[in-house]
């Protein structure tokens, strides 16, 4: 079974602060996706990256960052914490452009 | 005509009940599409894949019409347990790496 860890299930942050989220998968998946998903929104792409050190801009990348140094783990970096990045964070892979996604369980991101 | 679209829902169904779900979508060139469930607070999981004109899994089939362009997902004999939110997917963009999701339909099979 594919694995998708992210590491904080619950994160509180104070508006300005520069917050970094992690993503780490144990399939050997060449693509990975950082969504956010807010009420009557749905998800939607911030970033992905369909190999090491490459990234492309999803439909909503503006106030977000990402890193991808190591196959199996995407970062996702909040530079400066607003209170409208309150959000859930939701990151994925998958091993080719027709795959399905595999989903981590998600991270529930308060800004204040 | 939007990226994908979903019927919000909700569907209210009694236990036992057929229910179908369709999604539109507005890329011709697609090729594979998804279903997921969502439960309440919780990350979407893989429900089926639909690679060509349509898959059965159980109670579950999702059917495909390229020429409308939609995709269906038909769930009989509903459970209670069946009661979540189900996401269409469809990939988009460049190269198709990147996938659209649906608002989701919101399903409640009651007792």
């Known amino acids: 079974d594919v694995k998708v860890t992210q590491s904080s299930r619950y994160l509180v942050k104070r508006t300005g602060e520069k917050v970094f989220l992690e993503c780490v998968q144990d399939?050997?998946?060449?693509?990975m996706f950082w969504y956010r998903q807010d009420p009557g929104l749905g998800l939607r792409l911030i970033y992905f990256?369909?190999?090491?050190?490459?990234?492309e801009k999803g439909d909503i990348p503006e106030g977000y960052s990402v890193s991808r140094e190591k196959k199996e783990r995407f970062s996702l970096i909040l530079e400066s914490a607003s209170t409208n990045q309150t959000s859930m964070y939701l990151c994925?892979?998958?091993?080719?452009?027709?795959?399905?996604?595999?989903f981590g369980n998600g991270t529930r991101l308060t800004v204040t | 005509r939007k990226e994908v679209e979903q019927d919000p829902g909700p569907f209210n169904v009694p236990e036992g009940a057929t229910v179908a779900f369709n999604c539109t979508y507005s890329?011709?060139?697609?090729?594979?599409f998804f279903w997921y469930r969502q439960d309440c607070r919780k990350e979407p999981k893989l429900l089926m894949s639909?690679?060509?004109s349509g898959n059965e899994d159980g109670r579950f089939t999702a059917q495909l019409n390229r020429a409308s362009q939609y995709i269906s997902l038909l769930i009989r004999d509903s459970k209670l347990s069946d009661s979540a939110t189900y996401l269409c997917v469809v990939p988009s963009g460049a190269g198709s790496y990147q996938l659209t999701f649906g608002k989701g339909t919101k399903l409640s099979v009651i007792p």
């Open positions: 994925a892979s998958r091993s080719w452009s027709n795959s399905p996604l595999h």
């Open positions: 639909v690679y060509s």
């Open positions: 890329n011709s060139a697609s090729q594979s």
């Open positions: 990256s369909y190999d090491v050190k490459m990234k």
């Open positions: 399939m050997d998946h060449e693509n």
